[in-house]
């Protein structure tokens, strides 16, 4: 069942599933215009919790009040470690932390890495390279974003994916899996390489 939690922007709702002797937990948010339904944060969730840990699916206050564009940025950021604040204090999330989203969750997870204490951090599709548009300059790139992290990351993206593929780094692995930026082509190869990811990490 979700459970509603308070944040500076309103309430964000979250659905936790523990398991037994849990080793800590995994907190994923969702892209910018989809919700925590998507199937490879529902696929990521699971390969935790296979693994031993807790899996805590958090959507952003803007989708719980029935909006479809996403919030800024700073309000993204600042929702997000309010529930994360409350995963730790309520006891939910005991043990290692490792938050993560898809696209635009996963750069929530990124910009947020040390101030919500995360040991590790998980990026679905990072979205590196927003796509050109005509008439237009090119948008930055967000390597920035996943350069800040100084905890163990990895980033699974598919291999056709419109905003590029990441490059490894130290304390980045990178797995290129079948598919676009929906990841649903592979679930396997997404739950496979979060799964091995894990068995090192922990």
């Given at each position: 069942m979700p459970?509603?939690?308070?944040?500076?922007?309103?309430?964000?709702?979250?659905?936790?599933?523990?398991?037994?002797?849990?080793?800590?937990?995994?907190?994923?948010?969702?892209?910018?215009?989809?919700?925590?339904?998507?199937?490879?944060?529902?696929?990521?969730?699971?390969?935790?919790?296979?693994?031993?840990?807790?899996?805590?699916?958090?959507?952003?206050?803007?989708?719980?009040?029935?909006?479809?564009?996403?919030?800024?940025?700073?309000?993204?950021?600042?929702?997000?470690?309010?529930?994360?604040?409350?995963?730790?204090?309520?006891?939910?999330?005991?043990?290692?932390?490792?938050?993560?989203?898809?696209?635009?969750g996963a750069?929530?997870?990124?910009?947020?890495?040390?101030?919500?204490?995360?040991?590790?951090?998980?990026?679905?599709?990072?979205?590196?390279?927003?796509?050109?548009?005509?008439?237009?300059?090119?948008?930055?790139?967000?390597?920035?974003?996943?350069?800040?992290?100084?905890?163990?990351?990895?980033?699974?993206?598919?291999?056709?994916?419109?905003?590029?593929?990441?490059?490894?780094?130290?304390?980045?692995?990178?797995?290129?899996?079948?598919?676009d930026h929906?990841?649903?082509?592979?679930?396997?190869?997404?739950?496979?390489?979060?799964?091995?990811?894990?068995?090192?990490?922990?």
């Open positions: 459970i509603e939690i308070e944040t500076p922007h309103g309430p964000a709702r979250v659905s936790v599933e523990t398991v037994v002797d849990a080793r800590g937990v995994l907190v994923l948010g969702h892209g910018a215009g989809g919700g925590v339904a998507a199937r490879d944060l529902v696929t990521a969730a699971a390969a935790a919790r296979a693994a031993g840990l807790a899996s805590a699916l958090v959507e952003q206050p803007y989708r719980v009040a029935g909006r479809r564009s996403p919030a800024p940025a700073a309000q993204l950021d600042a929702a997000w470690l309010a529930v994360v604040d409350h995963l730790r204090t309520s006891g939910l999330a005991a043990g290692a932390l490792v938050v993560g989203g898809r696209s635009s750069r929530v997870a990124c910009r947020t890495a040390a101030a919500s204490g995360a040991d590790a951090v998980l990026c679905l599709a990072f979205p590196l390279q927003p796509p050109a548009r005509a008439g237009k300059p090119p948008a930055p790139s967000r390597l920035p974003e996943l350069d800040e992290v100084t905890v163990p990351m990895l980033v699974v993206q598919g291999a056709s994916d419109r905003f590029g593929v990441p490059p490894g780094a130290p304390g980045r692995t990178v797995a290129v899996v079948r598919g929906a990841l649903r082509s592979d679930l396997g190869a997404v739950s496979e390489a979060v799964a091995a990811w894990l068995a090192d990490l922990l």
